[in-house]
C-alpha cells in the first residue's frame, strides 16, 4: 500500500486547509486509516482515524469541533478539513493505514502498518 499525502502549506491563526491522502490500494474500504502528526521534538501525536467500511470518523479531543475526517472509497483518498488553525497545530502531517487494527488501538501510530511521506502544516500567529 502506498499512501500519498498533500495539501499542507502555510496559513494564518484561524485559516484553514485540507488534506488528502491518496492510497494505492485494493479494497481499500477495508482499510482503516488515521491522520497522525508531528512536531520537532514531540512524539507522533493522534488526530483521526476512520475505520474500513466507511464507519464515523474519530477525532482526538485537541482538534474536535475544528478537524473533520472524511473518506471517499470510490477514489481511495481520505481528507483532514482542518478549520480555525492554530499556531500549535503546525506539524508535519502523516495519513497511515491498517488492516486490522483494533478500535482501542486506533489512536496508536505503532499500530499502522503503512504510512504516506506527511505533508507540512505551518500555521503563524
Known amino acids: 500500500v502506498q499512501l500519498q499525502a498533500s495539501g499542507g502549506g502555510l496559513v494564518q491563526a484561524g485559516g484553514s486547509l485540507r488534506l488528502s491522502c491518496a492510497a494505492s490500494?485494493?479494497?481499500?474500504?477495508?482499510?482503516?486509516m488515521g491522520w497522525f502528526r508531528q512536531s520537532p521534538g514531540k512524539e507522533r501525536e493522534f488526530v483521526a482515524a476512520s475505520k474500513r467500511f466507511n464507519s464515523n470518523p474519530y477525532v482526538a479531543d485537541s482538534v474536535k469541533g475544528r478537524f473533520t475526517m472524511s473518506r471517499d472509497n470510490a477514489k481511495n483518498t481520505v481528507y483532514l478539513q482542518m478549520n480555525s488553525l492554530r499556531p500549535e497545530d503546525t506539524a508535519v502531517y502523516y495519513c497511515?493505514?491498517?488492516?486490522?487494527?483494533?478500535?482501542?488501538?486506533?489512536?496508536?501510530?505503532?499500530?499502522?502498518?503503512?504510512w504516506g511521506q506527511g505533508t507540512l502544516v505551518t500555521v503563524s500567529s
Open positions: 497511515a493505514a491498517d488492516k486490522s487494527i483494533i478500535s482501542s488501538s486506533l489512536g496508536d501510530y505503532r499500530q499502522y502498518d503503512y
Open positions: 490500494a485494493d479494497a481499500f474500504s477495508t482499510y482503516t
